[in-house]
C-alpha cells in the first residue's frame, strides 16, 4: 500500500552563447554555439525548437543579461523532464555611432588663421524611437593657414543630450574641404612727381 510520487528532472540546455552588438535600440541577441541536452543513461529525449536571446533593457552596457528561449523537447522520455532554458549568458551592447551630417564650409581668402566658415544646418539621425537632441556650436578649422586647393576642414563643438544620448558616440561631421585663395597685398608709399613734358 506504499506510495510515492516521480517528479519531473530539470533538464538543462547547455552550448549557447551570447554575443555583444553594437546598439540598434533592439532587444535582441544574437546567439552562437550548439544547443544539447544531457539525459539520464537509457532516455530518450530529443531537443528541438530554435533558441533567442533578448536583453532586458536595449541600452548600452557592458555583462548585460541574456535571457533564451525557445527551446523544447520531445521523445518517449520527454515527459519525465523539465527543459530549463540556458542561463548565465551575458553579452555587451557598445555604443552606436552617430554621424553628423548637413554642415558645408566655405572658401576664403587667405587672413592668416585656420578658421573656416561653416555653412548648412547640423543634423543627426537616430534609431526609430530614440530621443537624441544635437547641440553645441559646430566650428571649422584647416590644419594650416597656408593657400591651397581642396584643403581639409575638421569640424568640433557639435554635441548630443537626451534620454538615449548615452547609447551613441557622435562623430563629428568629416569630409569637408574648401579652398584658401590668395589675398591682394598692396604696395603702398609711393608717390609721383609731376614733370615738364619731355616727349
Given amino acids: 500500500g506504499l506510495t510515492a510520487n516521480i517528479t519531473q528532472a530539470d533538464l ?5 552563447t551570447a554575443e555583444n552588438k553594437t546598439y540598434d535600440a533592439g532587444l535582441v ?9 544531457t539525459a539520464l543513461a537509457g532516455d530518450v529525449v530529443t531537443l528541438g525548437g530554435t533558441a533567442s ?6 541600452t548600452v552596457g557592458t555583462g548585460k543579461a ?3 528561449t525557445g527551446k523544447t523537447i520531445s521523445g518517449t522520455d520527454a515527459a519525465n523532464y523539465a527543459l530549463v532554458q540556458q542561463t548565465g549568458l551575458t553579452a555587451n551592447i557598445t555604443q552606436a555611432d552617430l554621424l553628423v551630417t548637413g554642415l558645408t564650409a566655405a572658401n576664403k581668402t587667405y587672413d ?4 573656416a566658415i561653416l555653412g548648412g544646418t547640423a543634423a543627426v539621425t ?10 553645441g556650436t559646430a566650428s571649422g578649422s584647416f590644419a594650416t593657414k597656408a593657400v591651397g586647393t581642396g584643403k581639409a576642414v575638421t569640424v568640433t563643438g557639435k554635441t548630443i543630450s537626451g534620454t538615449d544620448a548615452a547609447n551613441y558616440a557622435l562623430v563629428q561631421q568629416a569630409g569637408l574641404t574648401a579652398n584658401i585663395t590668395q589675398a591682394d597685398l598692396l604696395v603702398t608709399g609711393l608717390t609721383a612727381e609731376n614733370k615738364t613734358y619731355d616727349a
Avoid at 29 to 37: H, K, M, N, V, Y
Avoid at 53 to 58: D, E, N, Q, R, Y
Fill in 66 to 68: 541574456v535571457t533564451v
Fill in 53 to 58: 536571446g533578448s536583453f532586458a533593457t536595449k
Fill in 126 to 135: 537616430v534609431l526609430a524611437g530614440d530621443t537624441v537632441t544635437l547641440g
Fill in 112 to 115: 592668416t588663421t585656420r578658421t
Fill in 12 to 16: 538543462l540546455v547547455t552550448g549557447l
Fill in 29 to 37: 541577441a544574437t546567439l552562437s554555439g550548439t544547443a544539447a541536452i
